[in-house]
């Protein structure tokens, strides 16, 4: 369940900003990613009516990730002292992702939220490492890149 507020960014897994490559500790195929965005001036109770809804609909969340290719998702707020909100978005996913589904009722109300409560598009930050025991690593990868773990059985193969 991956996060933007442009209109235009149905694929909002790879958030609009450069493109960083990545360091040599992210698994090839995937990609890592902190970016952060600019909540709107008086937006506080809409995101949080936005976070409410990401948890009271979180088996549904949840259900997105396999075709989102997403291994892992958080999402962060930050106040600065002049009381400027941010909202930050970390993931780690495939690169063959297929972003948001707008077809999807959950995916299309978190955009709707979105586009209500943040500045379009997001700032990027840079990756330089990433860690992960060792156990997980094959996990991670055989999600990003199929969506499923390695020894699941797919609907078609029952």
Same mark, same amino acid.
């Given at each position: 369940?991956?996060?933007?507020?442009?209109?235009?960014?149905?694929?909002?897994?790879?958030?609009?900003?450069?493109?960083?490559?990545?360091?040599?500790?992210?698994?090839?195929?995937?990609?890592?990613?902190?970016?952060?965005?600019?909540?709107?001036?008086?937006?506080?109770? %809409?995101?949080? /009516?936005?976070?409410? +809804? *990401?948890?009271? !609909?979180?088996?549904?969340? &949840?259900?997105?990730?396999? $075709?989102?290719?997403?291994?892992?998702?958080?999402?962060?707020?930050?106040?600065?002292?002049?009381?400027?909100?941010?909202?930050?978005?970390?993931?780690?996913?495939?690169?063959?992702?297929?972003?948001?589904?707008?077809?999807?009722?959950?995916?299309?109300?978190?955009?709707?939220?979105?586009?209500?409560?943040?500045?379009?598009?997001? %700032?990027?930050? /840079?990756?330089?490492? +990433? *860690?992960?025991? !060792?156990?997980?690593?094959? &996990?991670?990868?055989?999600? $990003?890149?199929?969506?499923?773990?390695?020894?699941?059985?797919?609907?078609?193969?029952?």
């Amino acid at each position: 369940m991956s996060d933007s507020s442009d209109s235009s960014d149905s694929s909002a897994t790879v958030p609009a900003g450069p493109m960083f490559e990545m360091p040599a500790s992210v698994p090839a195929g995937m990609r890592l990613e902190l970016s952060r965005a600019r909540l709107l001036p008086g937006a506080q109770e %809409e995101t949080e /009516r936005r976070m409410q +809804m *990401l948890h009271d !609909r979180y088996e549904e969340c &949840l259900d997105t990730l396999s $075709a989102e290719r997403m291994a892992f998702e958080a999402t962060f707020r930050r106040t600065d002292t002049d009381g400027t909100e941010w909202i930050y978005h970390l993931s780690l996913y495939g690169e063959e992702t297929s972003g948001l589904d707008l077809s999807n009722p959950i995916d299309r109300a978190h955009q709707e939220f979105a586009m209500r409560s943040k500045e379009p598009g997001w %700032e990027e930050l /840079r990756p330089v490492l +990433m *860690l992960a025991p !060792r156990p997980m690593l094959p &996990l991670l990868e055989a999600w $990003a890149r199929d969506g499923r773990l390695p020894d699941e059985r797919g609907a078609d193969d029952a």
